[in-house]
């Protein structure tokens, strides 16, 4: 009699959320590129996401393996076109939100983002990532409720 035994690998979805700053010599064209790198690379790395971009801060929602997504964030902060690198959230995740993103992206405003309830976003006796690392689950919701909006697209800067 034979047996066969297979090894059951369990691997659990994770989130990582981070904002940083824009440099100044970080223009939109160099943003195009690395939006459509960024979209292939995670592709094969089954990375989904989301890259906001409100006026020079970025809000980044990871989703896929934690050891991809730590990789990931490791060649982000060496990147000198980000300033002020803050990881805002790390954790699992039961299912993606952005499951057939490799990388969505859209700039909005800030009145963009009070309109889906992220009012008083700038508490003047924090910095933006201390703020949001406080608010970080609030803020992802806010994310993923933009998400569902009809005005968030997988598309380009213009």
């Not at 989301?50 to 991809?68: P, R, S, T, V, W």
């Not at 990388?103 to 963009?112: I, L, P």
Request: some cysteine; aromatic content about 12%.
């Amino acid at each position: 009699m034979m047996f066969l035994f297979f090894t059951l690998i369990i691997r659990f979805m994770y989130c990582l959320c981070y904002t940083s700053k824009k440099t100044a010599s970080f223009d939109i064209n160099e943003l195009k590129e690395i939006l459509v790198k960024s979209r292939i690379n995670n592709e094969k790395k089954d990375i989904t996401g989301i890259l906001l971009l409100i006026d020079d801060l970025f809000i980044q929602i990871l989703e896929g393996e934690q050891n991809d997504l730590d990789e990931l964030y490791d060649v982000i902060k060496k990147d000198d076109r980000h300033d002020y690198i803050q990881k805002i959230y790390s954790g699992e995740i039961a299912t993606r939100n952005f499951l057939t993103w490799s990388m969505g992206f859209q700039q909005v405003t800030w009145e963009d983002l009070e309109e889906l309830g992220m009012e008083r976003l700038h508490d003047k006796s924090l910095s933006l990532s201390e703020y949001f690392r406080h608010k970080s689950h609030y803020l992802i919701e806010v994310i993923k409720e933009f998400n569902k909006s009809s005005e968030l697209k997988l598309n380009l800067p213009k």
